[in-house]
């Protein structure tokens, strides 16, 4: 990074402004590891860097360091020199698309990836040995639905590179509106996690995919309390921007609560106090906008989970909220109550085994084509579907059994494995994987 700097004009304060990832990082980690991320800067490097902002241990594989580029931005971005330069944007490892084209980032090939070697392939973001550039491999695995998201993220990352935007959000305030949001919908009630209640919204949120393939879905019961309850962060920007999405709806609403006045914050935290003061009881009707809010959550959820009833739904808000989504109120709202009829539930069937099957296909086929080293299992297939403990549910491998045939067709037996990886030429068989879950 500071050797890609070399050239940049300026103070030092602004090129860490406008020219390093620092005015991201430092919203998402504390104050005295912003201090040592710029002393790091500028007076050469300090152990431990990585793990300041969340990108060392186990689980950062996914947080590849590599010079990614968008090839529409390559066209754009063009600097005194004639030749296009480095965006900072680009260079978040973790990140995929570019948020203003919408579009899967670029990689060139092995050997022009290793910069400490070939340090003239790093001259420029156009440079390449001759290789050509191609998308990222991670992003062409995401369904439309899941790239969306990674466009969102990396298009809400691209405006926090900026210190002048939202200029409040810091770690604090990222552990704060985290638990705020999570009280909101009804994960922690009283500041007491509802972790299977919670684990399940996260998973079915469209942002479960970021937040599956940065490892916060597999943290720890006690992980993942600390973060939802805001008692820590997540020091990388990538999950922590799509927990506060999952939880809050939108960024459009994250930056909404950014902008409101700080005492109605006061107002907030003093309701919140009777709240858990008053018996519940007393707590039975809330604002209107607030009701609204929980019919709109309950009609999207009618959507995406078809095959939940009207109980089943309604146990996935708080206590509060329970009360008050009645079958009664929702059909006045002019609500389609989950009453499953059998008519509703096939075409919603109908239409997830075509889904799921085309997943098993690709997935597989990619597998194979990346040359999986371990034994392709239901595991491997699933963990990448948006919901991939469907077949957890034993009625569920009833209703959808063209697509568990499918599944069953695609999963390796040892010999098979076997049999793949010798054909491959690889001499050692890695170790089976250990279940996650
Ligand atoms: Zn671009
Ligand atoms: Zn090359």
Redesign the pocket.
């Known amino acids: 990074m500071i050797d890609l700097l070399g050239r940049s004009v300026g103070t030092i304060e602004e090129v860490i402004k406008h020219n390093t990832l620092i005015p991201l990082a430092s919203r998402f980690i504390r104050p005295e590891d912003t201090e040592s991320i710029v002393s790091h800067f500028i007076e050469g490097p300090r152990g431990g860097l990585a793990s300041k902002v969340g990108m060392a241990g186990q689980a950062s594989g996914w947080a590849k360091h590599r010079l990614l580029r968008c090839i529409k931005c390559l066209k754009e971005d063009i600097g005194s020199c004639g030749r296009p330069f480095w965006r900072r944007d680009h260079l978040l490892p973790g990140i995929l698309f570019c948020g203003k084209h919408q579009m899967p980032l670029h990689i060139?090939?092995?050997?022009?990836?290793n910069y400490s070697r070939f340090r003239d392939?790093t001259l420029h973001a156009g440079h390449?040995?001759?290789?050509?550039l191609k998308p990222v491999p991670e992003a062409l695995q995401l369904t439309a639905e899941q790239s969306e998201v990674e466009i969102e993220l990396a298009r809400v990352t691209s405006l926090l590179l900026d210190p002048s935007y939202m200029p409040t959000l810091d770690f604090q305030r990222v552990a704060k509106e985290t638990s705020n949001a999570a009280s909101e919908i009804g994960l922690l009630e009283g500041g007491i996690l509802r972790h299977a209640i919670s684990r399940e919204y996260l998973s079915d949120s469209p942002f479960s995919s970021p937040l599956r393939r940065t490892g916060f879905l597999d943290f720890s019961q006690f992980a993942f309390g600390e973060v939802i309850r805001g008692d820590t962060t997540l020091r990388h920007p990538i999950p922590a921007i799509a927990m506060l999405i999952a939880l809050a709806g939108s960024w459009k609403k994250m930056e909404e609560r950014s902008n409101a006045p700080s005492d109605a914050e006061a107002k907030a935290a003093k309701a919140n106090n009777v709240q858990q003061v008053i018996a519940p009881a007393f707590v039975l009707e809330r604002s209107a906008d607030r009701i609204a809010e929980d019919i709109a959550r309950y009609t999207e959820l009618r959507v995406s989970r078809p095959e939940l009833n009207h109980s089943q739904l309604r146990r996935r808000f708080g206590n509060a909220a329970q009360r008050y989504l009645t079958v009664e109120r929702l059909l006045a709202a002019g609500v389609d109550v989950a009453t499953t009829s059998n008519r509703t539930k096939d075409a919603s069937d109908a239409r997830i085994v075509e889904e799921l099957i085309a997943h098993i296909e690709q997935r597989s086929l990619h597998l194979r084509a990346t040359q999986y080293p371990h034994r392709i299992t239901t595991f491997s297939l699933m963990s990448t579907f948006r919901r991939p403990n469907l077949f957890h549910q034993a009625a569920m491998l009833k209703r959808l059994i063209r697509a568990y045939e499918t599944l069953q067709q695609h999963v390796e037996n040892t010999a098979a494995w076997r049999e793949r990886i010798a054909a491959t030429g690889i001499t050692t068989i890695a170790k089976p994987r250990g279940k996650k879950r």
Request: proline share 8%; with cysteine.
């Open positions: 060139p090939c092995e050997t022009c990836l392939r390449h040995c001759g290789c050509g």
